[in-house]
Structures are given as structure tokens and as C-alpha cells.
């Protein structure tokens, strides 16, 4: 899944990091709209097409493996697997996007929205740590049930 995101991310904004401005904050995003750079419509496109790339293999992927390929047995053994393995997406997201890729290199710079640089202010990642260490148990255990329910 980190490989998966990885991908994600540089075909996004192999023409530009526009590509990806579905990522940024909203104030990124009005400008790169007021400054003719992009349309609400086109961000809305992308936030359904990268929506979609990252969380249908999310969801399925990831658990076939966990229960076809490793042989989970059990509600536990599952839930486990799955969230280590969202946790550690998760934190290749955090310290190797986030923290060092749109951080620290210019990759991620959208010429015109320089003044609105730190992209991933502490308030924004307060929140996707908290969303992240809240919502992937949550979607480990019902994953896990599914599949308990399914087997």
C-alpha cells in the first residue's frame, strides 16, 4: 500500500503538483482556481479518481491478502493485519510524504501559493493523525467482521 500510494502521488503530479491540489487545503485550492490553474470542476474529478485509486484497494485488496494469501483465521488475526498494515501506509503517509516529500523538496510547490507555504500546517496534521489513528481501527474492525461474516 505505501508502493501503491507512492504511485499515486508521482503519477498525480508527474505534470505538475496542480495534478494533485485535490490533497491540499482549501485556501491552496481557491487560489490555484483563482489564479486559472485549475477549475472546481477539474478538482472535483480528481479528488473521485484518487478517492477512488487509494481506497478500493484499500479495502480490497488489503484484506485479500490478509485472509487469502497469509491464511488469517479469525476476527482477531484480521484486525490485526489490517491495521498494521494501514498503520504502516499511515506512517510512510505522515513522515515520507508529508513530512519530508511535500515538506522539505519543491516537488509539491504550486508556483502563485508560495505565501501559503507551510501545504501541512500543525492543525492539519493534528488532524490527519487523529483521523488517521481513529478511522483505520475502525475500518480494520469492520473489514474484519465482514470477512468473518463472509467465511
Known amino acids: 500500500m505505501c508502493f501503491w500510494l507512492l504511485l499515486i502521488c508521482v503519477v498525480g503530479i508527474a505534470n505538475g503538483p496542480v495534478g494533485l491540489v485535490v490533497f491540499y487545503e482549501q485556501d491552496v485550492k481557491d487560489r490555484v482556481v483563482e489564479l486559472g490553474l485549475t477549475t472546481p470542476e477539474r478538482i472535483k474529478k480528481a479528488s473521485i479518481i484518487s478517492g477512488i485509486a487509494l481506497f478500493v484497494p484499500l479495502i480490497t ?26 498503520m504502516i501506509m499511515n506512517l510512510f503517509d505522515r ?27 500543525a492543525k492539519v496534521r493534528v488532524r490527519k493523525w487523529v483521523g488517521s489513528c481513529v478511522g483505520f481501527p475502525v475500518l480494520a474492525a469492520i473489514i474484519s467482521g465482514i470477512m468473518q461474516l463472509l467465511g
Open 95 to 121: 513522515f515520507f510524504i508529508d513530512e519530508w516529500w511535500v515538506g522539505c523538496t519543491k516537488a509539491w510547490i504550486i508556483p502563485g501559493t508560495e505565501d501559503l507555504i507551510p501545504y501541512i500546517t
Open 61 to 86: 485488496v488489503v484484506p485479500c491478502v490478509a485472509y487469502f494469501f497469509n491464511g488469517v483465521n479469525g476476527f482477531w488475526d484480521g484486525f490485526k493485519q489490517l491495521l498494521c498494515i494501514f
